[in-house]
Nanobody, 124 residues
Framework: QVQLVESGGGLVQAGGSLRLSCAASERTSSNYVMGWFRQAPGKEREFVAAISWSGTRSLYADSVKGRFTISRDSAKNAVALQMNSLKPEDTAVYYC?????????????????WGQGTQVFVSS
């Protein structure tokens, strides 16, 4: 069982930056894809970004391309999401997720492990 703990959320003005981090509870010998999803009030959860174990493959939602960057430190079993040029519509609870294997999916259905979430609020 992999436990994920997010940190780094908070309040920021539009145009500002935040960096989210997610640490896994244990290092495993298996490959794990790690990703970020978000859920705004009254909306369904949506994909933000995901990255392969090696870090060589990453995917982004169109809404965050060019503004967000996902990266990972496999030695520390951690993943980060650098968020720049934040907009009020980025306001949401951000969740870290993980799945075994090498395929990077954008559908949360494929991720069995989830963190508790961290709130990001972007003021206009």
């Amino acid at each position: 069982q992999v436990q994920l703990v997010e940190s780094g959320g908070g309040l920021v003005q539009a145009g500002g930056s935040l960096r989210l981090s997610c640490a896994a509870s244990e290092r495993t010998s298996s490959n794990y894809v790690m990703g970020w999803f978000r859920q705004a009030p009254g909306k369904e959860r949506e994909f933000v970004a995901a990255i392969s174990w090696s870090g060589t493959r990453s995917l982004y939602a169109d809404s965050v391309k060019g503004r967000f960057t996902i990266s990972r430190d496999s030695a520390k079993n951690a993943v980060a999401l650098q968020m720049n040029s934040l907009k009020p519509e980025d306001t949401a609870v951000y969740y870290c997720a993980a799945r075994g294997g090498s395929v990077v999916y954008t559908d949360g259905y494929h991720y069995p492990y989830w963190g508790q979430g961290t709130q990001v609020f972007v003021s206009s």
